[in-house]
Structures are given as C-alpha cells and as structure tokens.
C-alpha cells in the first residue's frame, strides 16, 4: 500500500512531470520541423511545375513563330 512520504512525492511528481513536458516538447519540435519540411517541399515541387508549364509555353510560342516564318 503507497504511504504518504509529504515532500518526497511532491519532488518526485515534480521530476515526471518535467520529463514528462520536455518529452512533449521534443516531439513538438519533430513535428513542426516535419510540417517545415513538407511546406519546403511542397514549394519546390510548385516552382518546378511552375518551371515546366514555362518551358511550355516558351516552345508553344517558338513554334508558332517557325510556323508563321514558313506561311
């Protein structure tokens, strides 16, 4: 049966309670670097689409110019 021990517990829920929150904040921490990340990564793969559909749009008009230059 658990006995009242007075300031011993009081220090020990102390020591759990202050592991307890740097455990929460280093999986915080994982978490906002993994959102960090997929935001980065989400932004490189909309200015290489963005990059793509350019490089389109440069050879559409290219081609059009060739075309009008043998009309």
Known sequence: MHTDD???????????????VRNSTAVGQ??????????????VS???AGAIVAGGVVLLIGGMLVVLLFL
């Open 30 to 43: 994982v978490a906002g670097l993994g959102g960090l990340l997929a935001i980065l990564t989400g932004t």
């Open 46 to 48: 909309v200015v290489a």
């Open 6 to 20: 007075g300031r011993r517990d009081m220090d020990e829920l102390f020591v759990r309670g202050s592991q307890s």
